[in-house]
């Protein structure tokens, strides 16, 4: 079972450099979103997804660009990378299954912006 | 707005030593309540889960208590293992979103 996967799990960009960080899941799961983990301050909501189609942003999405073509895909852009870009960046994919929805999370990406 | 306040860490215990690690949260509605683990390197897992008030969720030794007249969801076990040794997140879901406390890490001395 594969589950949520995200590449590459290590990047480092220089500032103002572009690059996407993948993210699929084979679940088909309505809904997908991504984080980023900063020390001290937990998992933080950059967007989300509830179908292919449709995005939303979360807590903290400057700088930071999404699409859902397909149920399965939900790549995350940084356009210009920047050194408060640096954190490791979490993937989830979840639907709801009666009472409760859990969430499925990737591996990580771990990201220094030199 | 929805949000989890957990205590901050890191905590450190000895092998055998009884573990809580304390969560409260506010929500609108009736939100599910999850502990999630993250070991080093690793993505979150899922720990446990509650869906109402009052529900008890369970796994590995590990218990915690949907309280809603307090708003808490306190992470408790018995007797911890080195192995237990890992980052602690307190979770919510409300209408298909998810908030996450800031992380409590454990050390687990032999």
């Known amino acids: 079972n594969a589950g949520v996967t995200q590449t590459p799990k290590f990047q480092v960009l220089k500032t103002g450099q572009s690059m996407t960080l993948q993210c699929a899941q084979d679940?088909?799961?309505?809904?997908m979103s991504w984080y980023r983990q900063d020390p001290g301050m937990g998992l933080r909501l950059i967007h989300y997804?509830?179908?292919?189609?449709?995005?939303d942003q979360g807590e903290v999405p400057n700088g930071y660009n999404v699409s859902r073509s397909t149920t399965e895909d939900f790549p995350l852009r940084l356009l210009s990378a920047a050194p408060s870009q640096t954190s490791v960046y979490f993937c989830?994919?979840?639907?709801?299954?009666?009472?409760?929805?859990?969430?499925?999370f990737g591996q990580g990406t771990r990201l220094t912006v030199v | 707005g929805d949000s989890v306040t957990q205590m901050e860490g890191p905590v450190t215990l000895s092998e055998e030593a009884f573990l809580t690690i304390n969560c409260t949260y506010t929500?609108?509605?009736?939100?599910?309540l999850f502990w999630y683990v993250q070991y080093p390197g690793e993505g979150l897992q899922l720990l446990l889960k509650?869906?109402?008030?009052?529900d008890k969720g369970s796994n590995k030794g590990f218990e915690a208590t949907y309280r809603k007249e307090t708003t808490s969801f306190h992470l408790e076990k018995g007797s911890v293992q080195v192995s237990d040794s890992a980052v602690y997140f307190c979770?919510?879901?409300?209408?298909?979103?998810?908030?996450f406390g800031s992380g409590t890490k454990l050390n687990v001395k032999p």
């Open positions: 989830a994919s979840s639907r709801p299954t009666g009472l409760y929805t859990e969430a499925f």
């Open positions: 679940m088909n799961h309505e809904y």
């Open positions: 997804s509830v179908g292919a189609g449709i995005t």
């Open positions: 929500a609108t509605g009736y939100p599910s």
């Open positions: 509650a869906t109402k008030a009052d």
């Open positions: 979770a919510l879901s409300n209408f298909n979103k998810f908030y």
